[in-house]
């Protein structure tokens, strides 16, 4: 049996803040099988985007054991660590971190850029992401030419473009009208069922209501774990006097 894609155990996170410890995660475990979408759900300050970053391999636990598709990243150098989340991982953002001045192929392009593929291959492969996610049309556009939603595409398509097992999203909908949010977690769905493992972070419960698996963070805690139904992302369901 294969093991969980994520398998965080017994972890706590630990800052100083001149003489204060504030401790962020409190001896946190959870596995996450490959294929699921779950949200990771909070308000501010409740520990879950340190939890984000550390599945991310953004940051180490100060105590206890984190696996990423069964191996344990805690002995791993920096370099590593970059290699795995080039290799592994993709990341999409609430401020979409687009380059301004540079078009929509060329932004997916970066990580492939950064693992020196060369340059026709990483043009196929952007155009192919940016295909995947409706945006065929619209490779030659800079981020200034296209909606909020487009942007948030382009940037699910980078974090596509290596062809991760695990996609981290915090707070995608963060910047997005109702309807473009929905349009948005039509995509991931769309993805899930790919075999894509998803996991987004959100203060809002009513985009975790789209996911297949709801974890609650609070005070560095697990408060609840619980799988559901997700909803059906039908942007068409969203009335039109709620589109911002």
Do not use: W
């Amino acid at each position: 049996m294969a093991p969980p894609l994520i398998s965080v155990q017994d972890v706590t996170k630990v800052f100083r803040m001149g003489d204060v410890e504030v401790r962020a995660l409190r001896g946190v475990s959870l596995d996450i099988e490959a294929g699921e979408f779950v949200a990771i759900r909070g308000p501010s300050g409740s520990g879950k985007s340190t939890l984000m970053n550390i599945v991310g391999c953004l940051d180490r636990p100060t105590t206890g054991r984190y696996l990423l598709d069964g191996k344990d990243v805690a002995p791993l150098d920096r370099d590593a660590l970059a290699r795995i989340r080039n290799r592994l991982l993709g990341f999409v953002f609430q401020s979409f971190n687009l380059l301004p001045r540079t078009s929509a192929l060329e932004n997916v392009e970066l990580p492939l850029l950064y693992a020196g593929l060369p340059r026709a291959e990483r043009h196929r492969r952007a155009a192919r992401a940016l295909e995947r996610v409706g945006l065929a049309d619209r490779l030659d556009h800079p981020p200034n030419r296209l909606s909020g939603g487009q942007q948030q595409r382009v940037a699910i398509a980078r974090a596509l473009v290596s062809e991760p097992k695990l996609i981290l999203a915090d707070e995608p909908t963060g910047n997005l009208d109702s309807r473009t949010s929905v349009e948005v977690l039509a995509l991931f769905q769309e993805l899930g069922r790919t075999g894509i493992t998803i996991v987004l972070v959100t203060h809002e419960p009513d985009i975790a209501t789209y996911v297949g698996r709801q974890i609650v963070v609070r005070d560095g805690h697990i408060a609840s774990d619980r799988r559901q139904t997700p909803v059906r992302a039908d942007p068409s369901s969203i009335p039109i006097e709620d589109v911002a």
